[in-house]
């Protein structure tokens, strides 16, 4: 009867145990499942968010730049072109190799190809496909990747719609034919020339722009997703909890918007120098001037803004995938 007895109370411990094991399996399993969920919900308002930076710029300020450009008559925009010219002989900049195409329709197959072979030739590229060898399948995968990127960009000043600066080994200006189109970035964009081909600190940030705001951005999503504890966690005692990944956590927001300070501050430095050449060419035109001097400064506000929707977006991430996650902690802390 004891021995009985006793193998019966065994038999109930032991279904007791396989039951609080389960649940406590059940429980991490759903833990897990929620904590993917905030991690998806986290990286979609990231993006969310994020994606709002062109939206934001097409509506509050490629209109005033745009209104800014039309209000330019042909024979303004001429006076434009001709200074600019007198600014950039005035530079000396053409000693450093620096090359100007104006695009337009009959020449914008010659820029493509020419702008393609320089960048094939830059010591960039060189120094990625000399472990390949010429015209290996590695070299014709990067021809094939940027030269329809070059293409589009080509197409898009031959427009009139934009102008651009190409730095990395390319150290090329291209603006619309001479007298048309979107003449007003012209000096800024011979700011950006100054900065690479003059100035160390300028060249390394505008070569670093890109990097610092992939790595910058791609380290706080990464510890803001995938960190467990919360921003700004407390231990058992009460202290702040430390660490790269907890400290990157706590000032998402911060750090996602400072990677964008190596472009804001080349793009800031790239207007001032422009404005500043452009005072001294356009000295006989102070209205030209003024509107020049106002669309980059619009230019400019936008990378303010773009930093700060980067800042927020970063911030709001880690705040929804905590929540959805504390959401779940604290209702398995009231079951339990």
Known sequence: MFYRAARENE????????????????????????????????????????NQVPVVSSLLFLPVMKKISNSITPKEADIISNALEIAIEKSNIKQKGLNVFHVSEENINEVTQKCTEMFMNSKMTKFFTKFYGEDSAFERCIRGSFKPRMEYYAKEVQNGKNAFFWANGINTIMLPQK???????????????????????????????????????????????????????????????????????????????ASMLPTTIEEG????????????????????????????????????IAMLITGLAA??????????????????????
Do not use: W
């Not at 510890?223 to 706590?250: C, H, P, W, Y």
């Not at 209205?287 to 980059?296: E, Q, T, W």
């Not at 705040?319 to 009231?334: A, L, P, R, W």
């Open 269 to 304: 430095v790239a207007t001032l120098k422009g404005d500043k050449l452009a005072k001294d060419a356009l000295k006989n035109s102070p209205s030209l001037l003024k509107k020049m001097r106002l669309s980059n400064a619009v230019g400019f506000l936008s990378y303010i």
């Open 315 to 336: 911030h709001c991430t880690v705040k929804v995938k905590d929540k959805i996650q504390e959401n779940y902690e604290n209702k398995c802390k009231s079951i339990n």
């Open 179 to 257: 007298g048309k189109g979107i003449q007003l970035a012209s000096f800024h964009e011979l700011g950006h020339a100054l900065n690479y081909n003059f100035e160390s600190a300028t060249k390394i940030l505008q070569s670093s722009r890109q990097f610092a705001y992939i790595f910058g951005t791609l380290a706080v999503l990464l510890s803001a997703l995938t960190l467990k504890d919360k921003a700004n966690a407390v231990d058992e005692n009460g202290n702040k909890k430390k660490g790269v990944r907890q400290f990157i956590k706590n000032h998402a927001g911060l750090i996602a918007a």
């Open 11 to 50: 038999s109930k411990i032991m279904k007791i145990n396989f039951c609080a094991q389960q649940h406590s399996t059940n429980q991490n399993t759903n833990l897990k499942k929620e904590k993917n969920k905030g991690i998806i919900a986290g990286y979609l308002v990231n993006r969310v968010i994020s």
